[in-house]
């Protein structure tokens, strides 16, 4: 890893950091940012969460679309402003009980997948937990 690279993987855990629990739900956690090897998001996914919880591969734009607009929040901004040239991939990943078609979902993770290798010397997955009950 180049020096350019520490500082632009610093930055994504800044952004991850300054969005707090926007994406989450009463007392969540803010999201996390998990360097991997993977090469795909489906590959990242299958190396970090069990076998046993579903994904449901959506469009990036849909992750825009459905829980980013929904209020003004400039840390949201900055993060999709930035993550955008990368061409992010996105999924939705819950445990058997999620329903990504139902009003009430259940607990599940926004999962991004980065290809920032070039940038940050590694590519990566951005995980927010969420609950929608």
Do not use: W
């Not at 992010?88 to 993770?109: C, I, M, R, W």
């Amino acid at each position: 890893m180049i020096k350019d690279q520490f500082y632009a993987l610093q930055k994504f855990y800044l952004l991850v950091s300054q969005i707090g629990s926007y994406f989450g739900s009463e007392d969540s956690s803010s999201g996390l940012v998990i360097p991997t090897n993977a090469d795909s998001l489906a590959g990242a996914i299958a190396g970090f969460f069990p076998d046993s919880y579903q994904v449901y591969g959506e469009n990036f734009n849909q992750f825009v679309k459905e829980f980013c607009r929904s209020q003004e929040n400039a840390g949201v901004d900055d993060f999709l402003a930035y993550i955008q040239p990368l061409a992010p991939e996105f999924a939705l990943v819950g445990e058997g009980d999620f329903n990504p078609k139902s009003k009430e979902k259940g607990e599940f993770h926004l999962c991004l997948f980065l290809p920032a290798s070039a940038i940050a010397g590694t590519n990566l997955l951005i995980c927010f937990n969420r609950a929608e009950t």
